[in-house]
């Protein structure tokens, strides 16, 4: 379970982000803008890839899936250059969910939705994924299909002890892509749009973009970045329980992370 919430950016939103950086290249400093460019699979792949751990409540850091040092070490193993453009995935998935485990979740914990209030936040990751432009979800049966080779020996290496439970993880999530008719899913979230507030989908579209602008400054500046000094888990458990307890979803960013908006937002 993650450390205050099991929930966020669901595969939609961060292949999302995946998908712009590819697309938009001119945004990163050119050495990693050209690795991505060119191993873009293997980018999206390691995207995805941060979702296959079980154990992401584990107390050893360096074996936490969502943890800086995690992403740091697969950085530092990495040997070629498709794997090298897959630590980089890796490490943009976190960079987004800085975004989701922290204020995401925050703003929409006591939203109201059909689902009920245990289940909103399946309700919210569900209406993120599905605003998510249609053309975009074509690169989820090609990062399934792809060989990765390359990608899953190096978190073997990793892994471990944890290996044998990433490997049944792996297996089940790229099979899920594989068999998902993802457009039929999508038009069947789309019938419940018209209950949705506009103002809630302005909202996940502004933490949507900010999560892609952290994706890029974490690229550019990788552990420099002022994105590394928030934790990718989100508040602890009694501080999310506070947060829900509290009658206004207002949340505040912080400055740091609204700066990235202005640095970001007209290259984009």
């Known amino acids: 379970m993650l450390q ?34 060119k191993y ?11 979702d296959f751990h079980i154990g992401k409540g584990l107390k050893q850091h360096l074996k936490h ?3 800086w040092d995690m992403s740091k070490k697969i950085i530092e193993n990495a040997q070629t250059e498709k794997q090298k453009s897959f630590a980089y995935g890796y490490l943009s998935h976190l960079a987004a969910d800085v975004v989701a485990h922290n204020f995401f979740v925050s703003s929409f914990i006591n939203k109201k939705s059909v689902f009920g209030k245990k289940m909103n936040h399946i309700y919210w990751e569900i209406i993120a994924d599905s605003i998510i432009p ?3 979800w074509r690169h989820l049966q090609t990062v399934a299909y792809h060989h990765h080779s390359e990608n899953d020996e190096l978190m073997n290496r ?36 018209d209950k949705y507030e506009d103002e809630s989908i302005k909202t ?33 458990p009694s501080l999310l329980k506070i ?3 509290k009658v206004s979803n207002e949340v505040s960013i912080p400055a740091d992370l609204v700066n990235l908006e202005y640095l970001y937002g007209e290259r984009t």
């Not at 873009?40 to 941060?50: P, V």
Request: glycine share 8%; hydrophobic share 40%.
């Open 4 to 37: 205050g919430n099991c929930f966020g950016w669901g595969i939609g939103t961060h292949l999302y982000h995946g998908g712009m950086v590819v697309l938009a290249p001119g945004t990163l400093v050119p050495a990693i803008a050209e690795l991505i460019t």
């Open 158 to 193: 990793i892994l471990e002890k944890n290996i044998y439970i990433y490997k049944l993880k792996r297996f089940i999530y790229k099979r899920h892509m594989e068999l998902h008719n993802f457009r039929i899913w999508q038009q069947q979230v789309e019938k419940m749009k």
């Open 65 to 67: 899936c969502h943890h």
């Open 134 to 136: 249609h053309n975009l």
């Open 243 to 245: 947060i829900s307890q």
């Open 204 to 236: 996940i579209h502004y933490f949507q973009k900010l999560a892609y602008y952290c994706v890029l400054d974490v690229l550019n500046n990788q552990f420099e970045s002022v994105v590394m000094k928030y934790d990718p888990m989100g508040p602890s």
């Open 40 to 50: 873009s699979t293997d980018y999206l792949y390691g995207i995805i890839s941060a």
